[in-house]
């Protein structure tokens, strides 16, 4: 080629040739360039060109581009796995509820350059969708059973016993929840629960029920309170309750009311609040309210409760002070000095009992 140079280079006739040489070499250069330059190619995140690229589709949909046919057919596989897991036939038993195809990607024109992933890519990908739309793209159906426990509420039942005062309400027995196990079969989506049905109950402790009693004992009339002409009362008539009452000395504890409050007075000249309990009942539980309170706690008959009093019960406003109680939150008791004896509402409540 250089020797065909030189020959024709030595003629004018040789230059012509010579020219019209290297403008088809030109040309031809010029086209083999423009023709590569021209081809359409897809590309990875890095820019590295992929000729070939393919697309996998879901239901005829383009979801993402792939760099080979053999990466999109990996796709389901991965998927599979992934909802599935490991074991091969776990992978094959799974429901799918869409169509994967992988089909050849169609440049539209030469400056179309999609971006294209490897099979491990895509499936990540895919996953990220499923996680991040309100519907999967890719949907794999699985089913399992759980168990779980739930209580069992008691129920309450109300009986009613005429060995209780009218209203007086007792809690004969607490009640306790039970405890069932519930097995569900529930169907998942990509590994979320939609839809879960109960298929077995089974009781693992029975509830106990609560048992409240209610009174419906009437009460008995309370004794009528005359006045004397000495100015004394004395209670004519009715009943009596408690275990003081049998004794007499509610009926006592009427007749003082009036009677003057006296510091340490034990007559019916004047008595101060234990005094008042000794004139009624006797000294057995002591003269002072403290001596009182600690032979009822002492003996078991200590009460915590106003509801738990009866008619004729000691009842404690406080440590320092008792009266008689006669039902219906009201007491006969020795107020304080320059008051007499009288019938008073219970004002506060530190304890009481059976003298």
């Known amino acids: ?33 423009m023709t590569l330059f021209a081809q359409p190619y897809a590309v990875y995140a890095t820019g590295e060109r992929v000729a070939d690229p393919w697309v996998v589709n879901v239901d005829g949909v383009p979801v993402v581009v792939v760099d080979s046919e053999e990466a999109g057919e990996a796709v389901e596989t991965g998927l599979r796995m992934h909802y599935a897991g490991n074991d091969f036939e776990d992978q094959q038993d799974v429901e799918m509820l869409n169509e994967i195809t992988v089909t050849k990607y169609s440049f539209d024109d030469a400056k179309t350059h999609p971006v294209v992933m490897n099979g491990a890519e895509a499936v990540d990908y895919i996953i990220g969708l499923n996680e991040t739309s309100d519907e999967p793209v890719v949907g794999f159906v699985t089913y399992q059973y759980t168990k779980d426990k739930e209580e069992i509420p008691f129920d309450t039942i109300k009986l009613e016993d005429d060995e209780f005062e009218k209203g007086e309400k007792q809690v004969t027995q607490k009640g306790k929840n039970g405890l069932r196990e519930v097995t569900n079969y529930e169907t998942l989506v990509n590994g979320k629960v939609v839809e879960s049905e109960v ?22 009339p309370e004794p009528e309170v005359v006045e004397n002409e000495d100015g004394t009362y004395t209670a004519t008539s009715g009943g009596s309750g408690g275990h003081a009452a049998s004794g007499g000395g509610l009926s006592t504890a009427y007749s003082m009311i009036g009677v003057p409050y006296v510091w340490g007075g034990t007559s019916t000249s004047g008595v101060d609040c234990s005094g008042l309990v000794n004139v009624c009942y006797g000294g057995a539980r002591g003269r002072t309210t403290y001596s009182m309170i600690g032979s009822l706690q002492a003996s078991g008959d200590w009460k915590t409760s106003m509801s738990e009093l009866n008619v004729g019960d000691l009842v404690f406003p406080h440590s320092g002070h008792v009266g008689i109680y006669i039902g219906d939150g009201m007491m006969i008791h020795a107020p304080s000095p320059g008051r007499s004896v009288c019938i008073a509402p219970v004002y506060s409540f530190y304890g009481g009992g059976a003298y």
């Open 1 to 33: 080629m250089i020797e065909f140079c030189r020959t024709q280079t030595s003629t004018k006739q040789g230059q012509i040739r010579l020219g019209l040489l290297f403008s088809v070499l030109f040309i031809c250069a010029a086209v083999i360039g």
């Open 199 to 220: 298929v077995e109950e089974k009781v693992v402790k029975e509830p106990v029920d609560k048992v409240v009693v209610t009174g419906v004992k009437e009460p008995e």
